[in-house]
C-alpha cells in the first residue's frame, strides 16, 4: 500500500518565521505535489514536481518554495510565514498518469 | 478554461438512503476524472477514477459514478449509504500536462447523515 507521510499533523508558527513541511513517500513515485486546502476553495496546487530537482508552479507558489533532493522526500518551505498561510497542506505522489496518493495533511497555524 | 463545479456544498441524507453527489467539468477534450473523499482530519483518499472505456465505473466502499458526454457531468453515487460515509467529496478532473496530468479541483460536497 502507497505511504505517503507529513511529517507533522499541527504547527504552529510565528509571523515572519521561516517554516519546512516535510513530505516523504516510500513507493517510487516520479511526480510529487504540495496543495493547501481552505474552505469553500477545494484543494489549490502550490508546487508540483516530476523528478528529483525538478519543480514547477501551480496555481498559488507566491510565498512557497520547495526542494526535491531526493525522489522520495518533497519539502514545502515557507519563507517568511504571514498568517494568510495559515491553512491545511496536503501532499500527494503518484507515477506517472496515475491517481494521487495522499498524506493525512498539516494544519498550519501562523499567529 | 477548465473547471470544475460541484454545485452542492452541503448534502444532508437519512442511513439508508440512495445518494447522488454532482459534478460537472468544462474540458475541451475527454479528461481524466476522479472522486475522492476525504474523512474530518485525514488526507484524501481515492473512491474511483475514469480513464476511457466503460462511462460507469464502480469504486470501493459501494460508490460508482457514471460519465455522461454530452452533460459534462461525472455523478457520484451510491444505492445505501452508512453512518461512516460522512465526509467531504471532491470531483476532480486531470488535464494533460506535457507527457502527465495535472488535477483540477472542485470545492467539495459535505455529505451529513441522519440517524
Known amino acids: 500500500d502507497v505511504k505517503v507521510t507529513q511529517s507533522s499533523r499541527y504547527l504552529v508558527k510565528r509571523t515572519g518565521e521561516k517554516v519546512f513541511l516535510e513530505c516523504v513517500q516510500d513507493?517510487?513515485?516520479?511526480?510529487m505535489f504540495w496543495y493547501r486546502q481552505d474552505p469553500g476553495l477545494g484543494l489549490r496546487l502550490i508546487y508540483f514536481?516530476?523528478?528529483?530537482?525538478?519543480?514547477e508552479k501551480g496555481d498559488i507558489p507566491e510565498g512557497y518554495s520547495v526542494s526535491r533532493e531526493k525522489k522520495e522526500r518533497f519539502s514545502l518551505i515557507l519563507e517568511s510565514a504571514s498568517t494568510n498561510q495559515t491553512s491545511m497542506y496536503l501532499c500527494a505522489s503518484s507515477l506517472l498518469n496515475q491517481p494521487q496518493h495522499f498524506g493525512d495533511g498539516t494544519r498550519l497555524s501562523i499567529l | 478554461a477548465q473547471s470544475v463545479t460541484q454545485p452542492d456544498i452541503h448534502i444532508t441524507v437519512s442511513e439508508g438512503a440512495s445518494l447522488e453527489l454532482r459534478c460537472n467539468y468544462s474540458?475541451?477534450?475527454?479528461?481524466?476524472l476522479f472522486w475522492y473523499v476525504q474523512s474530518p482530519g485525514q488526507g484524501l483518499q481515492l473512491l474511483l477514477k475514469?480513464?476511457?472505456?466503460d462511462t460507469l465505473v464502480q469504486g470501493i466502499k459501494g460508490f460508482e459514478a457514471e460519465f455522461k458526454r454530452s452533460q459534462s457531468s461525472f455523478n457520484l453515487r451510491k444505492p445505501s449509504v452508512h453512518w461512516s460515509d460522512a465526509a467531504e467529496y471532491f470531483c476532480?478532473?486531470?488535464?494533460?500536462?506535457?507527457?502527465?496530468?495535472?488535477?483540477?479541483w472542485g470545492a467539495g460536497t459535505k455529505l451529513i447523515i441522519k440517524p
Open positions: 514536481s516530476y523528478d528529483v530537482k525538478m519543480k
Open positions: 475514469y480513464f476511457s472505456g
Open positions: 474540458y475541451g477534450a475527454t479528461p481524466y
Open positions: 476532480a478532473v486531470g488535464a494533460p500536462l506535457n507527457s502527465n496530468y495535472q488535477l483540477i
Open positions: 513507493m517510487d513515485h516520479e511526480n
